[in-house]
């Protein structure tokens, strides 16, 4: 079940005993706790009826007793369990479990990790209660993702303004969250999201981004692609080279990936990478600039550079240096 199904029924009034979250991606299991602990009771009723537990200091005695007592002057009383992959003995929970008091909503936040799907604890969740299995979001998926957050607030955003938020963050959901809100505020009575407003507002450059860097290199424009990486030397914090060489690495490993498709236009094109019709022009332009040998050559300096990035057969070049002696051996 996911975490907007688990929300979705408890705004229906409908609970079960337990809730068990798992796994790595924390914003999911963050956004159940938080309307756990704020929305499931009303704040009268918080005051009897609210218990929060930390794994690093529960002692499971005290969590079970507590899921044991009875609400007080409401329907149901809530029991959250916080960070419970530092606490000690939790298999012992399994005699609670097994037996669960219908009054509890019982909520375990377990980050990072997953409960062993043999064990005798993850068979009596899967009886008892509902467990959310998070996993890492692809890359590939945060444009959508994104896109959907950005729909739900009433908003539009342009294809290339979704990029540019997307490729500046990268993978992380909470702060993409925080700033499709910031957004969301600042935009006023407009509904489409521009990239002035991704510059204005979230301080990426327009013109001078990762995004922009990739389409100099795919276009073999070399004096844009210096420009960009002399504005990154003078503003490190804006694109670091270890943001931009693995992007690069995505962008031309999907154009190699073109030479493997007989006569492919941009319909066949974007299914067979999984890539916005929008931007698939971009790699098919890349490709024709580019034949096989000389996309494989970027690939392997690509591997060649990210190596000397981190001081592998590197003397103490700068990045800036590294990036401006890269491009031209690309594009020559």
Known sequence: ????????????????????????????????????????????????????????????????????????????????????????????????????????????????????????????????????????????????????????????????????LVDHIGNDLSRIQNEIEKLAVNLGKRKEITEDDIENYIGVSKEFNVFELQAAIAQKNLSKAIRIIQYFEANPKAAPIQMILPALYNFFSKVFMLFSIPNPDEKSAATALGVNPYFVKDYLGAARKYDYEGVEKILLLLHQYNLRSVGVHDGGSSDAGLMKEMAVKMMV
């Open 1 to 164: 079940m996911s975490a907007e199904k688990i929300i979705g029924e408890w705004k229906k009034g409908s609970f079960k005993p337990i809730y068990w979250l798992e796994g790595e991606e924390s914003f999911f299991i963050d956004q159940v706790i938080e309307y756990a602990e704020h929305k499931i009771l009303t704040e009268a009723e918080s005051g009897f009826n609210l218990t929060v537990f930390y794994g690093k200091d529960a002692d499971w005695a005290a969590v079970v007793n507590a899921c044991r007592r009875y609400p007080m002057f409401a329907e149901r009383q809530v029991v959250l369990l916080k960070e419970a992959q530092q606490m000690r003995d939790i298999e012992k929970l399994e005699g609670y479990i097994e037996n669960p008091l219908p009054s509890t909503v019982f909520v375990v936040s377990y980050k990072e990790k997953k409960v062993d799907g043999r064990s005798k604890l993850s068979k009596l969740l899967k009886q008892k209660g509902e467990m959310l299995t998070t996993k890492k979001m692809y890359d590939s998926q945060l444009p959508a993702w994104a896109g959907d957050m950005i729909n739900r607030h009433g908003l539009t955003i342009t294809q290339k303004a979704l990029m540019l």
